[in-house]
């Protein structure tokens, strides 16, 4: 009996000790996969705040921190100021959560006395922006932080942002896909725990005599900066400064406590004039369809303003609008 208990042992040890090695081999494949410039992380973040604003009928908005393989730390899904009393919040277009719900935007300008516009240039001409964004936005102008999002997740809102300024401006703008699973990109929806939800911005800025002097296309500039959830890290690639995850699997699923992100390092100087966005890629357009926004007041309540029929602006993102959920926007507006 001894020495069968003995053999039994040792045939248990080397089992536990061959699945070890088997472990680490699967992770090491997994791992050497990628071969772009991104830190990258696997499963679910540590929550630090679950939820940094309520909102009947809205989700859960959390924060956290994801530690990538090479031992860095990042916020997720974005370091973001909607807690920073500083950074000023925009206005409210349409917002079911603070129940301000105009008509149209007319109305919404009306409602106005003027002490939100952020003023750059003394003697500057007052700029008004109308922004729909999926899920959430901060605007600079000129490195000037002239506007946050009032919802970070849901309900769905649209905002105005109002600042005095001389053109030629630069419009730079942080768009962030909320998640309700911190840090794998995702959310519970259509039945499933893991449903990679799309994001989305268009925007439109008109000057002091109601013209619009610019208005979100592919002209303008894009990059992403945190793109999940990954099931395979085979599937993302890079391309120059194009970070690229079109062959990706975005299906929905129960279990996705194991899928992969991929982090990038923002630039310091990312919302300055000055900042080099050359090398950056186009933005990519999307339809109004694939959005989503038909059923949204917060969007088709101010189609004369977002599909104006002389000037349509288009919904903008980066390559991924599904997978990428930290994107940065720049635009110059000229003279």
């Known amino acids: 009996m001894k ?4 053999l039994a042992v040792i045939a248990l040890l080397f089992l536990t000790m061959v699945s070890c090695n088997n472990s680490k081999t699967v992770a090491q494949n997994n791992t050497t996969k990628y071969n772009g410039t991104a830190a990258v992380s696997q499963g679910p973040a540590t929550v630090i705040t679950q939820n940094i604003y309520d909102c009947d009928r809205g989700r ?3 924060i956290g921190t994801s530690t990538a393989m090479d031992g860095s ?7 973001v100021n909607f807690t920073n009393n500083s950074f000023p919040f925009a206005s409210d277009l349409y917002n079911p959560c603070t129940y301000v719900e105009h008509k149209s935007a007319e109305d919404a300008i009306a409602a106005l006395d003027g002490k939100e516009i952020i003023e750059i240039d003394a003697d500057g001409e007052v700029i008004t922006a109308f922004v729909f ?9 000129n490195g000037v932080p002239v506007g946050k999002d009032n919802v970070p997740f849901t309900q769905f809102n649209s905002n105005i942002v109002r600042f005095k300024v001389q053109r030629p401006f630069t419009i730079a703008m942080k768009l962030v896909d909320w998640e309700e699973n911190s840090g794998l990109g995702s959310e519970s929806n259509r039945g499933k725990a893991f449903h990679a939800g799309d994001g989305g911005m ?4 008109k000057d002091a005599k109601n013209n619009i002097i610019a208005s979100t296309n592919s002209n303008w500039k894009a990059q992403t900066f ?3 959830p990954l099931k395979d890290l085979s599937c993302a690639s890079e391309n120059g400064t194009l970070r690229l995850s079109e062959n990706c699997d975005t299906e929905d699923s129960d279990d996705g406590t194991s ?3 991929l982090h990038w390092k923002l630039p310091s100087d990312w919302s300055i004039e000055g900042f080099d966005d050359s090398k950056w890629p186009s933005a990519t357009e999307y339809t109004n369809a694939a959005i989503g926004v038909d059923n949204k007041p917060a969007y088709t309540n101010f189609i004369d303003v977002f599909d104006n029929s002389v000037n349509d602006a288009k919904f903008i993102w980066s390559t991924n609008v599904i997978l990428d959920n930290e994107v940065i926007v720049r635009y110059t507006v000229s003279k």
């Not at 730390?73 to 370091?79: A, N, Q």
């Open 3 to 6: 020495t069968n208990y003995t």
């Open 60 to 62: 859960e908005a959390p």
């Open 73 to 79: 730390i990042w916020t997720v899904p974005s370091e």
């Open 133 to 141: 964004a999926d899920n959430y936005f901060e605007m600079y102008i």
């Open 202 to 205: 268009v925007a439109v800025f």
């Open 226 to 228: 945190y793109t999940a």
């Open 259 to 261: 899928y992969y992100a």
